[in-house]
């Protein structure tokens, strides 16, 4: 994963917990690095490290960990750093939502060497759709759960997300009912 992602877990302990939990985190992790530098590309595993030790020095879950990331990724991250790119992926959830499975495509254009997870849908009725969620990465579908929520508080969209299908059932891909 790309710095950016890092700098983003990074910025989420600060602006919640403080620069000293940050630095215990760091530790715990056992990741030597002091700084991530957002358009540089990074292995996964130091991602997972890092959300492991979130998990374990604020005694939550994992899973918990990365829902909150992910919609501190859409609420912060991307708000304020790509805006008008958030802005063209539509006027409301739903049209965000159609619109996602091109996303990436555009994504791709800022970081060349990214490894996006691809989007399809379906069932498409007036208040929900199906997100298929495709991935190379495990264990990544609470991080997705996060960033549905984060889009339902961008677009003042009350949302409901119900995973209806999963890679932990033998399936291949995750799928999503999101209501609104």
Do not use: C
Not at 53 to 70: H, P
Not at 143 to 165: A, C, N, S
Request: no cysteine.
């Amino acid at each position: 994963m790309y710095g950016i992602v890092n700098k983003a877990i990074e910025d989420l302990v600060i602006a919640n917990f403080g620069e000293q939990k940050w630095e215990a985190i760091k530790e715990r992790s056992n990741i030597d690095i002091d700084f991530f530098i957002s358009s540089e590309p990074y292995d996964d595993d130091v991602t997972f490290k890092l959300a492991v030790a979130v998990s374990e020095e604020m005694n939550m879950s994992v899973g918990d960990v990365l829902v909150a990331f992910g919609e501190w990724w859409v609420i912060k991250t991307t708000s304020e750093k790509y805006a008008g790119l958030m802005q063209s992926g539509g006027n409301n959830l739903k049209e965000f939502l159609l619109n996602l499975p091109n996303f990436h495509n555009r994504v791709m254009l800022i970081y060349p060497k990214l490894t996006p997870p691809e989007f399809k849908i379906s069932d498409i009725t007036e208040n929900s759709i199906h997100l298929h969620y495709f991935s190379k990465r495990e264990g990544l579908q609470e991080f997705v759960r996060g960033l549905i929520q984060g889009l339902g508080k961008m677009y003042e969209t009350p949302t409901t997300i119900d995973l209806i299908q999963s890679r932990n059932d033998g399936s291949n891909h995750e799928i999503f009912k999101v209501s609104w």
